[in-house]
């Protein structure tokens, strides 16, 4: 019965915790919308596990592996700056995107609070036709969303290969933890008692 019970708890404890980090590539997407061979505009709002991305220009453009060099699906904000607002706090995030092959230019990344609107930090980052994997995980409040503007003389925003983010590790609620074990601690019982007759 002590194994039981201790094996249990370990369970417990082990379903209760999250990953440490999602990852959202826009393959998936690009294949289920059936872009083909050319860019497709896809609306100002597209939602996604985790967080939606929003446009304050023309449109999501959703690039098909080959557009311009791209390795795969992508998205960008077509002239315009993208925002991924997450559906919960982050402690951190890891953006992959890239500019057009050919192009050259510098993507300003604007990092907001919880509120959307009280910035927490802003950097720069150098784009060329390769990708560039840029990680933020030193912010001193929770951050709520990220800012891309248009590369600079570009109309155009850094294109989206990935999106990775961690989730709040939340505790466990205690009360509702504690009638867990309590139930299944009865159950126990009940085998235990039905094993014995």
């Known amino acids: ?14 379903a209760s915790t999250q990953t440490l980090a999602d990852t959202q590539t ?11 061979k050319t860019a497709l505009n896809v609306g100002t709002s597209v939602a996604f596990p985790g967080f939606t991305l929003d446009t304050s220009g023309f449109s999501l453009q959703l690039d098909p592996p080959g557009w311009f060099g791209a390795p795969n699906y992508e998205l960008l904000g077509n002239q315009g700056d993208l925002t991924i607002d997450f559906t919960v706090p982050q ?5 992959r995107l890239r500019d057009f092959k050919g192009f050259r230019g510098t993507e300003t990344i604007t990092v907001f609070g ?3 609107s009280t910035v927490l930090s802003t950097y720069t980052v150098g784009m060329n036709g390769s990708i560039t994997t840029s990680t933020d995980s030193g912010e001193s409040a929770p951050i709520g969303a990220v800012n891309l503007a248009e590369i600079s003389g570009q109309f155009w925003t850094g294109a989206l290969q ?6 709040p590790d ?3 609620e205690p009360g509702s933890l504690f009638l867990f074990v309590i139930g299944a601690l009865g159950l126990a019982g009940v085998v235990r008692r039905k094993l014995i007759q």
Request: no cysteine; hydrophobic share 50%.
């Open 170 to 172: 939340p505790a466990p």
């Open 1 to 14: 019965m002590k194994k039981f019970v201790l094996a249990l708890t370990f369970t417990v404890l082990l």
């Open 26 to 36: 826009f393959h998936a997407y690009g294949v289920a919308t059936d872009a083909g």
């Open 91 to 95: 402690t951190s995030f890891s953006l």
């Open 114 to 116: 919880v509120d959307d």
């Open 162 to 167: 990935s999106v990775t983010f961690s989730n």
